[in-house]
């Protein structure tokens, strides 16, 4: 770039430069020269030019040339050029091209990457200072063009490459985080008492679960101080802060790799992501509140349980796992207690209901002892999923309370195969048919008394039009909650035996204790 | 002269479409993949049946099974390929000894191959009007025509669901310029650190005098289609890696996060995962974990997208992918260009249609989230051969800009779209390769597209002129 009056200040780096030349090899170019003297990047184009002017002799330039290009007037070209061939190249552009200095060396490297390489160390080392400092790298400032939008979170409490101490730090990142959406903060009020992952361990939420009950005190400040905060800067988390480093750094240590932050960014995402570590942390949330008798001042959406005491002991049902593992079956509330009755405890904000539905079904395994495996899984685990999904939806509650010892609804081919069974310790093969959501005619063998997880025997699907599923959608939940309140008394008969491990197709030893 | 101010760099309002795409409230209960394929078959036979009134007026409907010989009807279905060339899993286990490298695409077509259609009630082969040759397993069709004697379908027509509505644009305010970069494939051999480097310097406004810095300071996003890292092969077999090789793995990465994290301190980046990421193998592809990219996950714009990726910015619709789906639909079928593929998708109102046959996806039970319900004023896919964009116009005044993007690293191009009310202004900056990465080839090229529906002149093809512009 010819011409352009350069700050005295600049003119005093030219001495600088020429002082590094000493080094041969060495290659200037002027993103390195702008973070090395901390100079815009026009600036340094301009100290690169002043510098060529007085010692450019016995030095190689290349320069850039940006413009349109004649011979093919709808393509913009920007070329790296020596100095030599620089007029030629300058034909093949129109007129109003531009020539800058990109770089000056001692002689031109055969190899682009020798060109490159400096500007690249000098950029590796910038990134790779600790992670509160703000350097040219990381924001920027030597730019031509600005953007005032761009907001990089650097506190220190959020540092995100480093996997989050689960006990120790956590207090201290939870309340560091007031911008986070009120669920992300729950994952981490959760994430505080036991690094657990909570996306496979069914066994391990129980340890949540358990810890919960039993650290309230220690549960509840926490929850109250994040959820205070969470809604009083509820409107903070959507203002293009990036999340990902608070709670979801944290969050994404339980596999929430979904949790991102997005400028708009809505509960919705994180939301989906971290339901059972939230839903948890609500009903935690809940009981201690309800210890404390002020969940007022907490502007936690939910809605009081009718039962808050009783509901220590619930009973989780986890019907999708596809394993036998009877460790996820605790009960963990009176089974006598009609759940039906349990407004919505958790799934107050925006939420994608069914989603999380299912999902806390998924994680409402506390373990204990009991191997109640019977209660839960017929053969068809869609079925199942969905049949669950709508009865939820019908609950829109938390579905810990399928376990009424006198189901409401009932489907009388399920009852009269859950009636024979009982009768007999062992165990027996009952045919069981329902319509599935599909408008499948689903007829499955099962095993009543215990998991039939494993049980894919004959299926008889008749794909009649999906019409039918409409007009059976009604019997569907009644179908589902019947078959798991069938099951779910019989667990809690079932006490607390330790439960055998369920091999393929066999029964367990908690299948004597199954009936009711 | 008064040293020139810093510009600002535009913004554009951003949301971020791609929950459909998210698998995290999934639950894989060991179900197969018929289930998306039913979801698939009703949702496009909704769409069919009330197509179908207004095209073919008096014909009946009917199911498969109820096709009577000789009688004129209209069949909807999925559309089966029988392809004699198809790899089986069987062929492939046997060959699974030897080792093999990623294996190229090939075209597995053959003049035998023959179309069935299937409903939930039967299968009935396909003869007559219908081009084998441009259809794939996996698309939902409906079909007039009548049963022969022989027991096949005669075809007389295909009826396709065509383009999905489209959503009104706003009047355009001021240009601003969206680029599409994919294959930067960090860590390769093909890779050229200063190509990317120049790159990065001209979107983010380093390099250039003011009329450079301007054009820079329209551009409001940047999208990375895919394939941005390529971590050698030898190390992802299977095999335990040696501990002086681990470092060697994360590497590409690392360069690849000091590289976006120059992008992101200057304007939002979206990140896509492509066949060579680190992400996972059935789409869609999840976004890349922000583990990996520890530098620039702190920036609020940085966004880490699947694949595909759809996204809204100043009311323009952004659809893409990062070229999967058109790859597989170029071994199973033919097509005059990629173009042609992408707008058969839009056609079949399918992204994916060879989902799940011959392209790894997720068996979701109760949606296919690669339906395209409505119609993107712009519509990429990364990774491919060359650079090549239309104007695709349907009939209800739909247009979708198309735009297939070429791999970085081997042919350098990125492309600039105008995200604006004018869909067939396209700036490509196209990086030129060399064969060996000599200074006599770095350039950073921009075309500029005026034309509503033209071709580019691909520039590819004149690499000799260039080489020989560059001397140094």
Known sequence: MVGGAVDQSLLDLLPQIHA???????????????????????????????????????????????????NNPQSYC????????????????????????????????????VLWNPEFVQAEELFNHPFDDENCLRDNRFCGVLNSFVKRTSNGKHVSSLPPKPLNSAAGVAQSQPSVTPKEQFVTARQQDLPVSSKQGAGKKSEKDNSTVLDKAGNAPVVKEQSIDAHASKSKAQNGKAMPSNGGSLANMWGRASAKPKPPSTTNSTAVASVAATADAQICAKEEA????????????????STNANNKKRRAVFDFSDDEEDDNIVSIASPELPKQHTPDPVIGTAEDAEVNQKNLENKEDVPNNEKGSSMVVDSDFTAECKIKTFNTMNHSGITLKQKSSDPPINDKKQDSAAEPASTSPKRRKVLKTRIDERGREVTEVVWEGEASADDKAEKNVNTTAATASGATLPSKPKAAANTDKSKAPSKTAAGNKKPAKDGTKQGSIMSFFKKV | MPVPKPMERKQAAYSNLDERYAIQGEKYQGQQYSHIYFTRLRHMRNLLHALVPSLKPLLPVTTVLGLEEGKDCILVGTLYKHMKLKPSILDEYAKERSAIPLVKPHNFMHPDDHLILEDESGRVTLAGAIPTAAFVTGVVVALHGKETSAGNFLVEDVLEAGLPPQTALSSAAEDKYVVFVSGLSVGSDTFNPLQFQLLIDHVTGHLGDENEQSIASNIVRVVVAGNSVHISPRFVNGQTVASKDQSRIAEPIKELDIMLTQLVASLPVDMMPGCHDPANFSLPQQPLHRCLFSGASTYNTFSSCSNPHQFELDSVQFLGTSGQNIDDLYKYSDAKDKLEFMERTLRWRHLAPTAPNSLGCYPYTDKDPFLVESCPHVYFVGNQDKYETRLLEGPEKQKVRLISIPRFSESGAAVMQWSQAQPNLCLIASLQPGPSSTISNCQLEMLFDFGPAGHIPHNRNGKEERTDEIRL
Request: one cysteine or more.
């Open chain 1, 20 to 70: 590094l030349f000493s080094d041969p090899l060495r290659v200037i170019s002027y993103k390195w020269l702008s973070r090395n003297f901390s100079v815009s990047s026009n600036d340094a184009k301009r100290l690169l030019q002043e510098f060529v002017n007085k010692h450019g002799t016995d030095l190689q330039v290349i320069y850039s040339v940006s413009g349109w290009l004649k």
């Open chain 1, 78 to 113: 920007v070329k790296l050029i020596s100095g030599p061939k620089l007029e030629e190249a300058r034909q093949g552009f129109k007129d109003s091209c531009s020539v800058q200095i990109y770089s000056i060396q001692a002689c031109i490297p055969k190899d682009t990457a």
């Open chain 1, 290 to 305: 309800d210890g404390d008798s002020s969940d007022d001042e907490q502007g936690i959406k939910y809605k009081r349980g």
